[in-house]
Antibody
């Protein structure tokens, strides 16, 4: 059975940092692109970043480029999102997901950026 | 950055047929945009329904189908069920990054 479990969310002040983790099991992790998707309270989905199976490529939405870094550890079947210089508009639930054909999604972790 | 546009809301009767569309600000949506569709119900994570235009996941009911229609991505529900009431999001690949549409709230009434 496939599992994706996000962790690391919480309350942080503007300008602060957080590192999200997504631990996976039940599939050959290194074969999959992995994505982070977020959802602000009461709003729609926003794709944030992705990373290739071997970690050799990654892409970001313009609003986070230069502040967020996606990485992965294939030995630990985990993907990460380092978030720096956080802003109020980064508040939301952050989901990790496998490639779209897989249908693999986690349940999300809440990030709140507020003073 | 690319803007992806969906109908904000649609209403359909049980047993009816409805088509949701997905337009790109960059021009006609083609298969190279790899349109995907997701369903989200309140308090739940999104669930993928369609990827790469018209490919279903193992759990996607037969009444859901994806296509390209008039330069847009399209999701058609035929024989709508009450449990299909949800928010639906399309997703397009554009310039190496992915962009979600704003979502369509589908009401079954």
């Amino acid at each position: 059975e496939v599992h994706l479990v996000e962790s690391g969310g919480g309350l942080v002040q503007p300008g602060g940092s957080l590192r999200l983790s997504c631990a996976t099991s039940g599939f050959t992790f290194s074969n999959y692109w992995m994505h982070w998707v977020r959802q602000a309270p009461g709003k729609g989905l926003e794709w944030v970043a992705n990373i290739k199976g071997d970690g050799s490529e990654n892409y970001y939405v313009d609003s986070v480029r230069g502040r967020f870094t996606i990485s992965r550890d294939n030995a630990k079947n985990s993907v990460y999102l380092q978030m720096n210089s956080l802003r109020a508009e980064d508040t939301g639930v952050y989901f990790c997901a496998g490639n779209w054909a897989s249908g693999y999604w986690g349940q999300g972790t809440l990030v709140t950026v507020s003073s | 950055q690319t803007v992806v546009t969906q109908e904000p809301s649609l209403t359909v009767s049980p047993g009816g047929t409805v088509t949701l569309t997905c337009a790109s600000s960059t021009g006609a949506v083609t298969s190279t945009y790899y349109p995907s569709w997701f369903q989200q119900k309140p308090g739940q994570a999104p669930r993928a329904l369609i990827y790469s235009t018209n490919n279903k996941l193992s759990w996607t009911p037969a009444r859901f189908s994806g296509s390209l229609l008039g330069g847009k991505g399209a999701l058609t529900l035929s024989g709508v069920q009450p449990e299909d009431e949800a928010e639906y999001y399309c997703l397009l690949l554009s310039g190496g990054t992915w962009v979600f549409g704003g979502g369509t709230k589908l009401t079954v009434l």
